[in-house]
């Protein structure tokens, strides 16, 4: 081979390596913007979500103060029988 040859292969070889760099860079920045799209939707749905239990779980606490606000001695009463109750189930036999 001559020296024209080599520098020719070396040349499209070169050209070759450029031109897959470039398309696997488009790849990974199409698959980048996919994968971040899907993330923000994943992570909206989420915060919905969040947000919908977080709702129905601070309308039972009010709902629960307001009852122990409404009748403090009945919640008390009802406190001591589950504390009993449990201290029963949890106790060791010996």
Do not use: C, Q
Request: proline fraction near 1%; aromatic fraction near 6%.
């Amino acid at each position: 081979m001559s020296k024209n040859n080599i520098d020719e292969i070396k040349k499209k070889a070169s050209d070759m390596i450029d031109d897959g760099k470039d398309k696997l860079k488009e790849t990974a920045d199409k698959v980048g913007s996919t994968v971040n799209d899907r993330f923000d939707e994943l992570s909206d749905l989420a915060e919905e979500e969040f947000a919908k239990i977080y709702g129905e779980s601070e309308s039972r606490l009010e709902s629960v103060v307001g009852f122990v606000k409404n009748r403090p001695l009945l919640s008390v009463g009802i406190a001591a029988i589950a504390g009993l109750i449990l201290s029963r189930l949890f106790r060791s036999k010996k």
